[in-house]
């Protein structure tokens, strides 16, 4: 399985500001991805990180509010833009390779956000 | 539209006490139905992949089974170590690489 490391582990911020969260994966994997979880609430899935291209969007979830970056086989990032106390939640980061059919997927620690 | 319903919400469970958790899942041809674990404060932890009705994965005290409309994950004589939240997700082969999950078994076990 796959280390992941998130960074930072928490943050409080302030409304109007942005966060960039990094996921840095110990091994080259093909997909990864990003998640959101609220306060006693079970996983939603906010875009999918593509290498070399624009992340893929749920229902819900867009670019300008979340643009994600994915420089290499390693690496993504998760900006939260001009955020709102209704983006307190935890994100997640997650990895799967192309062997294991992108059906295991692999967590990440999260970065518990809070904005006032 | 693929979707899982987990059952019970929460479950305490005295030490030694057997139980299981089910996943209602409804997907157009699943391709994988997976179990989590879930601490506080942690990302889930992979557990199981799942791909056909009559199958069976064990780990420990945990024992997954499948059918074509249900899982189960049976606790054998769980440990208070064992207390955690434990998701259930399943992926449709319409639906790419998205995996959906359930609302998750809250499962605490006293001493």
């Known amino acids: 399985s796959a280390v992941i490391s998130q960074k930072p582990s928490r943050d409080i911020c302030q409304r109007g500001t942005s966060l960039t969260i990094q996921c840095q994966v110990d091994?080259?994997?093909?997909?990864m991805f990003w998640y959101r979880q609220q306060p006693g609430q079970s996983l939603t899935l906010i875009a999918t990180?593509?290498?070399?291209?624009?992340?893929?969007?749920e229902s819900g979830f867009v670019i300008d509010k979340f643009p994600i970056s994915r420089p290499n086989l390693t690496f993504s990032t998760l900006t939260v833009s001009n955020m709102s106390p209704e983006d307190s939640s935890i994100y997640l980061c997650?990895?799967?390779?192309?062997?294991?059919?992108?059906?295991?997927?692999?967590f990440g620690p999260g970065t518990r956000l809070t904005v006032l | 539209e693929d979707q899982v319903t987990q059952s019970p919400e929460a479950l305490r469970l005295q030490e030694g006490e057997s139980s299981s958790l089910n996943c209602s899942y409804t997907?157009?041809?699943?391709?994988?139905l997976f179990w989590y674990r879930q601490d506080p404060g942690k990302g889930p932890e992979f557990l199981f992949t799942?791909?056909?009705a009559g199958e069976e994965k064990e780990k420990e005290r945990l024992k997954a089974t499948l059918t074509k409309k249900e899982s189960f994950l049976h606790i054998t004589a769980p440990k208070p170590e064992d207390s955690a939240t434990y998701l259930c997700?399943?992926?449709?082969?319409?639906?790419?690489?998205?995996?959906?999950f359930g609302s998750g078994t809250r499962l605490s076990i006293r001493p």
């Open positions: 997650s990895a799967a390779r192309p062997e294991s059919s992108y059906n295991e997927q692999f």
């Open positions: 990180a593509n290498q070399g291209s624009e992340a893929t969007y």
């Open positions: 997700a399943v992926q449709g082969y319409s639906s790419a690489s998205k995996i959906i």
């Open positions: 799942l791909y056909s």
């Open positions: 091994s080259q994997v093909t997909m």
């Open positions: 997907v157009s041809g699943l391709r994988g």
